[in-house]
Structure formats: structure tokens, C-alpha cells
């Protein structure tokens, strides 16, 4: 009997600490760990933390930073966590061209930029873009919600330049929102450069550019995003073992 209590009490851990995948959404993999706060599911404005796994807990990496995020605000997506709201939680559901950032727990798919070279250190894969380089949002497309060079044979209506004619995307990381690619629940997110701090994005997170190319050197492959409203935050932060705020 106190083998088998000594056993649970290790397997739910300490606040902040992951144990498993069985713990939560977070893979056991990760050890890297971005973390986005909003007020509400409207507001636009998020704070950032940079956490890194020492020993079973997130440590936070240097100072929290602005960010903004969609113009509408946010809504479950898909990711990590399931599609939409866990269970027992609410809220709006994100879909294609609603302007909202994907709420919920998300992977990283690579980086993409219009240097030749990334920022040194950089564990993601990164590719650089060019005039032809594009993101599909048209859910019609069998390319939907992915990023290549448009050619002769692309079947898509409507995407997004990667080569922008502003510094926008001058880096960009890819947020794994939709990984299933399920026409109409969203597209083409992304970490980017901001334009400023009163500004919004049609769904993305965006920042300065020299916070992003920070990221960018320090963030391994295996690195998670979670973005949640205040009172979303905290009422997974135990089941999800997500640090406090």
C-alpha cells in the first residue's frame, strides 16, 4: 500500500513539472515550452514566457514580452490538445477566416525567412522564401494549410506570400494549427514579425523581430506552444502541468 501511494504521488508530480505524455497534452520530448496569455477570447494582446524543463519542471527563461495575436482574438483549434475545447471546457472554435489565433497546445513544424542563413543556433528546420515560395489557405486545395512553391500544377485559389513586401515574415516559425489539414479549420499560423505593439494579425502570434530571432536561436525541435486565455490557463494548468503566470 505505501509503495503503491508513493507511486501516485511521483506520477502527479510537483505544479509546473511534467511527468509523461499521460499528464497531458505536452509531449515528454519537450523541453522547450512558449507559453501565450490572453485576457479573454477577444482580447488581442498576449504576454509571452519562454519556459525550459530542468529536472522535471519549466524554468522560466528570461523576462515575459508583448505579443498580439488575431484581430478578433482567439478560439480552440487543433492541435496537441484534441480539436476544439478539451472536454468539460467552452468556447468559441476556430475555422478559416475568422481572424482568430488558435487557442490550445501546438507543436512547431520549421522556420522560414528571406535570409539566406538563419540566426545562429537554430535547431528548427528553416528554409528560405522566395517570390514564389506560398501558404494555401484555400480549403479546396489538396495543399491546404501547407507551404510550397507555387508551380505550373497548383490547384490553389487563395494563399498567402511567403516573400512579402513588408519585413513581416522576414522570420517566420510555423505553428502546428490544423496538422491533420482539415479543410476550413484554419491555416497558414505562424510566429512573425510584428507591427507593433498596437497592431493585430488575421490569427497568427506576432512580435518584434529581435524577441523572434531570439526564439529562433534558442528553441529546439521538439518546443510546444500554448496559447489560452487568463481563465482557460488556468483551469488546465494542473491537468496540462503548465507552469503559473
Request: proline share 9%.
Amino acid at each position: 500500500m505505501k509503495l503503491a501511494l508513493l507511486l501516485a504521488l511521483v506520477a502527479c508530480g510537483r505544479p509546473g513539472t511534467v511527468t509523461s505524455p499521460a499528464a497531458g497534452p505536452i509531449p515528454a520530448s519537450a523541453e522547450h515550452l512558449i507559453t501565450g496569455v490572453v485576457a479573454d477570447w477577444d482580447t488581442t494582446e498576449a504576454t509571452l514566457r519562454h519556459y525550459r524543463r530542468d529536472e522535471g519542471r519549466w524554468v522560466l527563461v528570461g523576462d515575459p514580452w508583448p505579443a498580439v495575436i488575431g484581430k478578433t482574438g482567439a478560439a480552440w483549434g487543433a492541435g496537441l490538445h484534441g480539436t476544439g475545447a478539451p472536454p468539460g471546457r467552452s468556447g468559441p472554435r476556430k475555422h478559416e477566416g475568422d481572424g482568430k489565433a488558435p487557442a490550445g497546445v501546438f507543436g512547431l513544424r520549421g522556420s522560414y525567412g528571406y535570409a539566406a542563413t538563419p540566426p545562429a543556433g537554430i535547431a528548427l528546420p528553416y528554409h528560405q522564401v522566395d517570390a514564389t515560395t506560398e501558404c494555401v489557405d484555400d480549403p479546396a486545395s489538396r495543399h491546404y494549410n501547407a507551404i510550397l512553391a507555387r508551380d505550373a500544377a497548383a490547384d490553389w485559389k487563395s494563399s498567402e506570400q511567403m516573400r512579402r513586401p513588408d519585413e513581416l515574415y522576414t522570420w517566420v516559425i510555423d505553428i502546428a494549427h490544423n496538422p491533420e489539414r482539415t479543410p476550413g479549420a484554419g491555416s497558414c499560423i505562424f510566429f512573425h514579425v510584428w507591427q507593433g505593439p498596437g497592431s493585430a494579425t488575421v490569427g497568427c502570434t506576432a512580435m518584434a523581430e529581435p524577441k523572434l530571432a531570439a526564439l529562433l536561436s534558442s528553441l529546439d525541435a521538439h518546443a510546444v506552444y500554448v496559447l489560452l486565455p487568463r481563465a482557460e490557463y488556468e483551469a488546465l494548468a494542473a491537468a496540462w502541468q503548465l507552469p503559473p503566470q
